[in-house]
């Protein structure tokens, strides 16, 4: 038996990752059960037929990061095959987004491959154990979360009542939408997952699975074929590393821009000389946010060669340069730990979710291709099989005798909830939980107009953005979850209480 530390999205999630700790898993094992379970039992949130990245850093061995991003589908398709079958929609939610669902917005899943790359190179458990609690969750049934329903509030009928069966799993039988707590039956997804536990992902992406996803988009005009999901392949690259006080972060390099954009946020609060978040380090903490956010909409986003714009974006804050022009503007998490000094921290998403379950296999499909302030190009994105943008940035960090998994969903925000955590933890050297819940700012660069939206109970200082302050702490500024494990204090474990959060300490 393992001795693992666990923070995720919910107590079933965690206990999943203890159930495999049980039968010998180490910490890759045990992320991997517990991010199966919270991306199969999070409706609305997460699914399997999305993105995933997994960073893993095995005591005594280099760190890796698992790229499972979505890729640009239509390989074999003509030109005028492509580019069809999305409609555009606005929701309210996060102060409002517009964004694309339907058949034409999927992009080539990832995450199904890099959990079994993850599997094959540092797992230690049967692959069928790391499935079996969320097979058992979705044929028993599970709870509809807090996080989940109030996203649903807004995309439960206009996304994900697009599908028979995808209506069916939200709704009941008077067309209502499901409240949090009630139990929620996806039809076929046990059976599915099943499937895939006794024959591995290739059944996903060469079997009857990616005969029916293929297809279904094929049907609605959608670019995902056949081709594409079997040639298609977890990549394992080299993590952008970056000192943060006396720790070493290892997080998600380019091609994504996550980890890149997290490092130039940190650097350029580097030399904070503060113990607290008053109304001037707060501006500082703002004016980081506006450069480098700013970098990325202008640089990144759109570039031909990401790698060599992250680097110019890291090496000008590193120097000093990038604040200078402002000194006069759907994911889940899972962190594990263990004894051994082993961290493995896994981001998923579906982006907003396409509303698009093909019939009979329970697995709702991504609308990565449609997440417009990600993917800027829309559906002309690229080549078939160039990977997506992406701000998830799964991170493990080191210190002499210590080890600690993090990372948060949040979309746009994901950067910079991880920012403020770290300063929070790393260099003002608040308490792990304390750090987490800490009031946070975010510099929204989304829209028409840039604007600072923030929690109660920050010292903001004057700015000459539009400032919108939330009533209380809400999911739409993340939900970080980190693990510790420490040579002479042992396990600490810590959930965001802007979600739901699960959490296992076997010091506890």
């Known amino acids: 038996m393992s001795n693992v530390a666990v923070a995720t999205t919910s107590q079933l999630a965690a206990d999943a990752a203890r159930e495999v700790a049980d039968v010998g898993g180490n910490a890759v094992d045990c992320a991997l059960a517990a991010a199966l379970l919270t991306i199969n039992t999070e409706p609305g949130v997460c699914a399997l037929g999305g993105s995933a990245f997994i960073t893993i850093w095995s005591d005594g061995a280099d760190p890796v990061t698992v790229d499972g991003n979505v890729a640009v589908p239509g390989k074999g398709l003509s030109d005028n095959e492509r580019k069809h079958g999305a409609v555009e929609i606005s929701l309210a939610y996060g102060g409002g987004i517009t964004t694309l669902v339907g058949p034409g917005s999927v992009s080539v899943p990832g995450t199904l491959a890099a959990m079994e790359d993850a599997w094959q190179n540092y797992g230690s458990a049967p692959w069928r154990a790391i499935f079996e609690p969320t097979i058992r969750a979705c044929h028993e049934g599970f709870a509809l979360s807090r996080a989940c329903r109030y996203y649903l509030g807004y995309s439960g009928d206009i996304i994900f009542g697009r599908s028979t069966d995808g209506h069916k799993a939200l709704h009941r039988d008077d067309g209502s939408l499901l409240d949090a707590g009630d139990t929620v039956h996806v039809p076929h997804l046990a059976d599915t997952l099943d499937a895939i536990a006794r024959e591995g992902a290739r059944l996903f992406y060469e079997g009857e699975v990616a005969q029916a996803l293929a297809g279904h988009c094929r049907d609605g005009g959608g670019m995902l074929t056949l081709e594409d999901l079997s040639t298609y392949r977890a990549v394992e690259r080299k993590p952008l590393m970056t000192n943060i006080g006396d720790w070493q972060l290892a997080s998600n390099p380019p091609p994504a821009v996550g980890g890149s954009v997290l490092a130039a946020l940190l650097l350029a609060c580097a030399d904070l000389r503060t113990d607290r978040w008053d109304s001037r380090s707060l501006s500082r903490l703002i004016d980081s946010q506006r450069a480098c956010l700013d970098f990325r909409q202008r640089n990144l986003d759109l570039a031909e060669d990401v790698g060599a714009e992250a680097a110019r974006l890291v090496e000008a804050a590193r120097t000093g340069r990038l604040l200078s022009r402002w000194t006069s503007a759907s994911t889940v998490h899972t962190s594990v730990v263990d004894d051994s000094g082993n961290g493995c921290a896994i981001t998923a998403s579906s982006g907003y979710g396409s509303g698009e379950m093909p019939d009979g296999t329970g697995l709702w499909l991504n609308n990565c291709l449609g997440e417009i302030e990600l993917n800027r190009r829309g559906l002309d994105a690229g080549p078939p099989g160039a990977r997506l943008?992406?701000?998830?940035?799964?991170?493990?960090?080191?210190?002499?005798?210590?080890?600690?998994?993090?990372?948060?969903?949040?979309?746009?925000?994901?950067?910079?909830?991880?920012?403020?955590?770290?300063?929070?933890?790393?260099?003002?050297?608040?308490?792990?939980?304390?750090?987490?819940a800490h009031p946070r700012v975010h510099v929204d660069t989304s829209g028409d107009e840039v604007q600072l939206k923030a929690e109660p109970g920050l010292d903001l200082p004057e700015v000459d953005l539009p400032v919108t302050v939330f009533p209380e702490l809400v999911m739409y500024f993340g939900g970080v979850g980190a693990a510790q494990f420490d040579d002479d204090d042992g396990f600490a474990v810590a959930a965001d209480p802007r979600r739901e959060g699960g959490v296992f300490n076997p010091d506890a």
């Open 389 to 436: 943008p992406s701000n998830m940035t799964p991170a493990v960090a080191r210190r002499d005798g210590a080890v600690m998994a993090v990372g948060s969903p949040g979309a746009d925000r994901i950067t910079t909830a991880m920012q403020q955590f770290l300063i929070n933890y790393m260099q003002l050297g608040m308490p792990l939980a304390d750090a987490i």
